[in-house]
């Protein structure tokens, strides 16, 4: 079956076009001013600027002329960047340069328009990109705080801000001493070891027991199923001092508290409701006319499991048990509760780090924990993929 991409392009007039790319104009002017001390001129600046350039390029130049004029632009803002900033501002204006350039056709030739249907409204289309850049706003907001801490951690001096040697891109100003640090220390190197020994076990409690709890509960037959999915998720809603202390007086009790089976058995706790709602999620598209099937050909339960349902829901499975050991490895506050000296965590000796002594190794370890949480996101996520090609929810 064939399928048909509707286009509609058409080029803007300049009256539109010059207010839209300096009201784009004002926005970058806006920072830039900022960091200039004089936000106002900043922002009337960017504004005439890209007035002029936008008019330059589409009433004079023309469509013909797009991609010269581009390599121009971002050689005249790069060159801009470099008077006012040195090489960090030269990289800025780059940037800015090589975005104007693509943004003043997309908006001039009406390109914006090329993948929507021809009949929505202005409006219509000013709310379909606005919704997107707000959510790109929100994720900038959200990703801000990692992205600054990552290029700290090869600060080559003991300060947790920017050196003058580092916003100039000195190599001088760079090291990996803090990762070294790290590797050398027998404090950190410790604590990793305890969460190395400690999370695995915990996400396999998690992932069994969750997978368990999944399945049964997803029966219709089970009776106060959902009261029962409700207790079992709650780690997820109670505020976590409140599981920890919760934790600290039941473990005292029992012994546990204090030993590395006692963090082990908080920890899966704090895992099972991950591993219980991607599950659930997982059989909510599974045919239970396979398992039925399966009965009839003499395949006692078991066997039905890990022949039929197993394959179908392991992405599901999967995808809670990386949740799970995410949720074990970065944990600091039940290990202060239920944990000893002898069960100190990775996180809790960054927590320890922060409170007794500022250590920027402390920011070569968030880097290094911000990579391995993006390596298994991007496991979950084409898990997640892979299952919906499975179950048929998306074009394989």
Known sequence: MATYTLKYVEKKPLGFTIPVLAAAGAFAGLFVGAAQGSIWQGILAGAVLLAIVTFLAQGVLGEAMEKPFRWGLLALFAVGGFLFGGVPGAVVGALLGLFYGWFIYWIGQGRYRANLLPYLTPGQVLGHYAFRVICGLIFFF????????????????????????????????????????????DNWQQALWNSVAIAPVATLLSVSFGTLAAIGLSSEHVPFRRAIMAILISPMIVPLIISAAGMYFFYSRLGLQGTYWGVVLAHAALGIPFVIITVTATLVGFDRSLTRAAANMGADPVTTFFRVQMPLILPGVISGGLFAFITSFDEVVVVLFVGSAGQKTLPWQMFTGLRE????????VATILVSISIVLLTTVELLRRRSERMRGLSPG
């Open 142 to 185: 959200l990703i801000t705080p990692i992205v600054v801490v990552m290029p700290l951690s090869f600060n080559a001096e003991d300060f947790f801000t920017f050196t003058p040697e580092m916003l100039s891109f000195d190599p001088a100003g760079y090291s990996l001493k803090h990762y070294r640090d790290f590797f050398t220390s």
């Open 357 to 364: 002594q500022i250590s920027p190794t402390i920011l070569a």
